[in-house]
């Protein structure tokens, strides 16, 4: 309603320009993304940009529509009258008495200022899904700790939002396990710690079925390396001319580089042999079963195809691995409403296929059954030549069965980006078998490399386990916490339980925000030292505001219910408080811009910059020595506004907060 305070001041200003707009144009809504907040903030608050393409739109001066657009506006209540500039920038400078009315509202708003949706959609969000009973690592932590971000996000603006872990507990590891299980098993070991006896024989398996490939790779490779080397040889130097010498330089360079990277692939490649080869046991089994993967692979088709034995041991196994991960679950503070994976739909594989073929929908090309797509090149196949299926008819099975039970609006995957064809196909299918309205997003991320530039790998080469990434982020944090003393000087010394607690925190909050507060479809470098600094864009830098100011309430000994109670008033007359009120005001708008295009990294952004305009009000606004009363509280109430955003922003990054670190 006019005149009161809006939750979303930057949609209250789309809702004044879009009739005017749609006067203009028949598409307002593109135009009015071109409303914003400034970038330069002496010039206001918000500016709308629009005027320029409208007028190239309209073969009309951009200054001239301004003028229209600024004289049918009537925002007088909430800004000062807006400013022209330049060819047709509009800028809006909001009036102090509105931002302190808006704020006030915040005071008694459990949501602080987000509206719910107006029309509750039923959203699935299939995230984390990692391959059971192979070990965790450093991969799942992005799609797991996005989709959960995403998740708490929906839910928040209240939306119907389903989680649903896809995990993979039906695939060729299972087949690795109990290969292992019958030729390696340490019986004791198994009695004592199942879950550590049944990693140790995966990786056995795996370091067996490295080695087969690496010996023949190793001879390929060594033919290549040796050619290459050749022809770098044979590049002569002795040309006459500047320009041939110049191509010859950047050829040598060229064949330098390939065999650099040859090289390196040998060497891993080596390791990979010289750690059977080092273990006599393992040497001569290899030795003796000259096709591991094979064998391995029959496995996996016997527990497919219903052997008893081997369904006796998946039975027997999967608790294990289950335990495993939801350990981690607990630790990283996430849950899923279903965790339905690949093995509950392997009895609908079949008929599924059978149907598709039928309906005309999939046909057989070289003894496999595919489904072929008018504009995707590729085809996807739904069942082998040997009759397997696959991860893709799976997934198929699966749609079907989120559309059948829970009728959703939208179907989110949170996967890495390397799986971008597979969405296309399984979106371009389920349109295909009618499921046209429904929303299908696959939401992409990027590698995590190392800091040498690479995928994160332990220096032996290993994908670094999760769970040792959890205990490092945590020991670190609990150097900090004993080192910092900055937001802990009210109270007694922190005992040890509460500084291993506080660490916990903080460690895991670092680990979460720094893979979300990275534009998720890059790839991102993973780094101790940066995710843990104490100022920056780090989840740390936003819990030690946090602590800070409830450090503030303790040493004055404030009550922030009480405080909240009073309502007021609010005044922003220093600039700085001005500042950060505005900045509080814009939580519903960061809220927003991370469920466009699903994008937690809009949060984290946003939060950065309110803490940073909180230090800048912290430093130059003294609040328990304010001049008078009036004054401490308005600022009270501002640090607490302050806290609460925080700790609700980070809170739907599934991140904890703090009272003293
Ligand atoms: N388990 C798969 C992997 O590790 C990811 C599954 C993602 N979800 C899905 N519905 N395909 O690659």
């Known amino acids: 309603a006019k005149g009161s305070c809006t939750m979303n001041i930057l949609e209250e200003l789309r809702v004044r320009f879009r009739p005017i707009l749609a006067q203009l144009t028949s598409d307002p809504e593109s135009y009015l993304k071109l409303l914003r907040p400034t970038q330069d903030e002496r010039l206001g608050d918000y500016q709308a940009d629009l005027a320029m393409p409208l007028a190239k739109a ?96 929906l839910r928040f603006v209240g939306h119907r939002v389903i989680s649903d872990n896809h995990i993979g507990d039906w695939g060729t590891q299972f087949g690795m396990i109990i290969y292992g299980y019958r030729h390696f098993l340490d019986e004791d070991a198994y009695k004592k710690n199942p879950t550590a006896e049944l990693a140790r024989l995966y990786r056995l398996v795996r370091q067996l079925i490295d080695y087969q490939e690496a010996v023949q790779k190793i001879a390929e490779l060594e033919g290549r390396l040796q050619a290459k080397e050749q022809e770098l040889a044979g590049v002569s130097s002795n040309q006459t001319s500047a320009a041939a010498t110049k191509m010859e330089d950047k050829k040598r360079r060229e064949l330098q580089e390939e065999i650099e990277e040859l090289r390196e692939e040998l060497e891993e490649l080596r390791r990979k042999r010289a750690a059977v080869e080092d273990n006599p046991t393992l040497y001569e089994w290899a030795k003796a079963h000259p096709n591991i993967e094979q064998d391995v692979l029959q496995e996996t088709a016997k527990l497919h195809a219903g052997d008893e034995e081997n369904l006796r041991l998946w039975r027997e196994f999967l608790p294990h691995s289950l335990d495993e991960m939801n350990r981690i679950y607990r630790r990283l503070g996430i849950r899923f409403d279903y965790t ?134 945590v020991r670190r944090a609990y150097q900090i916490v004993c080192a910092n003393d900055d937001a802990k000087p009210t109270g007694p010394e922190l005992s040890e339980e509460e500084r291993r607690r506080i660490a916990e925190v903080v460690g895991i909050g670092a680990l979460k925000y720094a893979d979300l507060s990275q534009n998720r479809t890059s790839d991102y470098v993973f780094s101790y030292d940066k995710m843990l600094a104490m100022t920056g864009n780090t989840g740390t830098y936003m819990q030690y505001a946090y602590a800070r100011i409830q450090n503030i309430f303790a040493k004055g000994g404030v009550d922030v219910t009480t405080l909240r109670k009073l309502d007021g008033p609010i005044h922003l007359k220093h600039p700085a408080e001005r500042a950060l009120g505005r900045e509080i005001l814009r939580f519903p708008e960061a809220i927003q811009l991370v469920l466009e295009d699903y994008r937690p990294n809009q949060l984290t952004g946003y939060l950065f910059s309110l803490a940073n305009r909180f230090s800048t009000f912290y430093e130059s606004c003294p609040v328990l020595q304010a001049a008078d009363s009036e004054e401490r509280q308005s600022r009270l109430l501002l640090c607490d506004l302050t806290a609460r955003v925080i700790r609700q922003g980070l809170e739907l990054l599934g991140i904890e907060v703090v009272n003293r670190m």
Not at 73 to 96: C, K, Q, S, T, Y
């Open 58 to 153: 309209l073969r009309r001066k951009p200054r001239e529509i301004a003028e229209e657009i600024v004289a049918a506006l009537d925002v007088a209540d909430m800004a000062h009258p807006p400013e022209i500039a330049g060819p047709g920038f509009i800028n809006f400078r909001l009036r102090d008495e509105y931002l302190e009315k808006c704020l006030q509202a915040l005071l008694e708003d459990p949501r602080l200022g987000v509206p719910p949706v107006e029309k509750v959609e039923t959203i699935i969000i299939d995230y984390s899904a990692p391959n059971v009973a192979k070990p965790m690592h450093v991969g799942h932590i992005r799609s797991t700790v996005i989709g959960d971000a995403i998740y708490r996000t």
């Open 340 to 473: 339905l994976g690949e093995s509950f739909y392997h009895d609908r594989l079949g008929p599924l296929v059978e149907e598709l073929v039928q309906k005309g929908l999939a046909r057989e090309s070289e003894g496999a059954i595919c489904i072929f797509f008018p504009d995707i090149d590729t085809p996807m196949i739904i069942r082998k030549q040997d009759g397997a299926f696959l991860y893709a008819t799976t997934d198929l099975a699966t749609l079907r069965y989120r559309m059948e039970t829970w009728n959703p609006d939208a179907i989110l995957y949170v996967v890495d980006f390397r799986q971008s064809l597979h969405f296309r196909q399984l979106f371009a299918a389920a349109r295909m078998m009618g499921y046209d309205r429904v929303k299908l997003v696959h939401v992409s991320f990027g590698t995590v490399l190392g800091e040498d530039g690479r995928p994160f790998k332990t220096r032996e080469g290993d994908v670094v386990g999760l769970e040792s990434l959890l205990d490092e982020a």
